[in-house]
């Protein structure tokens, strides 16, 4: 009778294959739990920058080209047209009020005036005449009166004489009605003559008064072109510095055509434009600084013009003394305040914030020799700094140079190839 072969399990080839596949997963387990670490890459140090994370006096300020410009400018127009026919002074010469500076020639104008006199002439002659004429007429008028007050004065004696005479029967009716109409003619003669006389009188101030005012106001006319004739020498109206002197002997002016410009002497400021990004953070009274000469200049924000053309325009004041030698058209490297002074942890401006967003930074560790991500808030900054909220304290080294190429790294092994 047959017995039957029970077949093994596990022969020895089985477990020797099972033997050689653990060994091979154990090998993967552990080349992958070796790799598994972050992402290294060799840099040598000299191609990044590491700079020092600090703790200091912070502030917001961005950085603005301002422009030394006197503290007023008077603009210089020829008030009337003309030809230039003397130049009396040279552009950047200091001048005092009332100096001459341009005189004009217009013939146009030199013969307006002659006829304009001429006319004013013709007027105070004829208004003297009249006067003469007048006075003449009211003499003779006087002497009229006078001979009409001697009649009446005859007719009424005559009158009452003859009416004694009439009421005594000594005269004949017929006498005494004709010396009693008589006086009654002087008399209503002599009332015409006064009357006539009064109305000669204000007939004649009335027309003397006319030709007056006539007499006034071409006078007025005259000493405004002589007001123009004067216009023709152009002259400084306050004392300053002529700049921008564009006149040449022989050359025509037009009215109105700028011929120049004083700079005040009193005074100067400085004018810059600021991008528009800042428009809401701008007000009269901002502090800004500079330095001249290893000096440092204060200045205030004096002046913001409303219109808005390639920025935001602003006049700043000197605060305390304005530097020596300073000139109009001088260039400055104006620091504007957008607040006050803090302290804060500071970290040095660099590339990595293009990369990172502000919120990684590479931190180096202590012995130098790795620098690996770490997690960082940023809150404001400035021209030169960072302000950090979280993430670095005083005394940390960063790397704050660009990281292209090595935004996908989680640590950065600095390999000095000198050594």
């Given amino acids: 009778m047959d017995v039957p072969i ?35 890459l060799n840099v040598d140090p000299e191609r990044l920058t590491i700079s020092t994370v600090t703790k200091g006096a912070f502030q917001e300020f ?17 008030t009337e047209g003309g030809t230039v026919k003397n130049i009396l002074v040279e552009d950047g010469a200091t001048l005092t009020p009332g100096q001459p500076i341009i005189e004009l020639t217009n013939t146009d104008l030199q013969l307006e005036m002659v006829n304009r006199e001429t006319a004013v002439f013709d ?72 009357q006539n006389l009064q109305q000669d009188s204000v007939a ?13 106001r071409m006078q007025s006319n005259l000493a405004l072109m002589r007001k123009k004739m004067d216009d023709l020498t152009i002259k400084a109206p306050v004392a300053g510095r ?17 011929i120049g410009q004083l700079d005040m002497l009193n005074g100067l400021k400085v004018r810059a434009n600021i991008d528009e990004y800042y428009i809401s953070r701008i007000f009269p009274g901002q502090k800004g600084e500079f330095v001249l000469d290893g ?20 006049d700043m004041e000197f605060v305390g003394k304005v530097p020596e ?36 930074i590479f931190k180096v560790n202590e012995g130098g020799t790795k620098a690996y991500k770490a997690d960082i808030r940023l809150g404001r900054q400035n021209p030169e700094y960072y302000e950090v909220l979280e993430g670095l304290k005083p005394g940390d080294k960063v790397v704050t140079s660009s990281y292209e190429g090595y935004e996908d790294m989680g640590e950065l092994v600095l390999n000095d190839k000198k050594d």
Wanted: aromatic content about 6%; cysteine-free.
């Fill in 123 to 194: 007027l105070m002659n004829n208004l003297q005449d009249t006067r003469n004429l007048m006075r003449q007429n009211r003499i003779q008028q006087l002497n009229q009166l006078a001979d009409i007050d001697y009649q009446l004065k005859e007719a009424k004696r005559i009158y009452e004489l003859n009416k004694t005479l009439y009421e005594q029967k000594v005269v004949s009716r017929q006498e005494f009605n004709q010396s009693q109409n008589n006086y009654q003619y002087q008399v209503r003669k002599q009332q015409l003559t006064r």
């Fill in 204 to 216: 004649m101030r009335q027309q003397i008064n006319q030709m007056q005012e006539s007499v006034g």
């Fill in 325 to 360: 030698g300073m000139r109009r058209g001088q260039t400055l490297q104006v620091r504007l305040a957008l607040s006050d002074q803090t302290q804060a942890v500071l970290v040095p401006k660099g590339g990595f914030n293009q990369k990172t967003g502000g919120n990684w």
């Fill in 62 to 78: 961005i950085p603005i080209d301002g422009t030394v410009m006197p503290i007023k400018t008077i603009y210089l127009d020829a």
């Fill in 6 to 40: 029970q077949k093994k399990t596990w022969t020895t080839r089985k477990l020797l294959l099972l033997a050689g596949l653990v060994l091979v997963m154990g090998l993967l387990v552990a080349s992958f739990f070796s790799t598994a670490g972050p992402t290294k």
């Fill in 242 to 258: 002529i700049t921008s002197l564009n006149a040449e002997i022989g050359e025509s002016k037009a009215r109105g055509q700028r």
């Fill in 295 to 314: 000096k440092t200049y204060a200045l205030s924000v004096k002046k913001i013009y409303t219109q808005v053309t390639k920025g935001l325009q602003v």
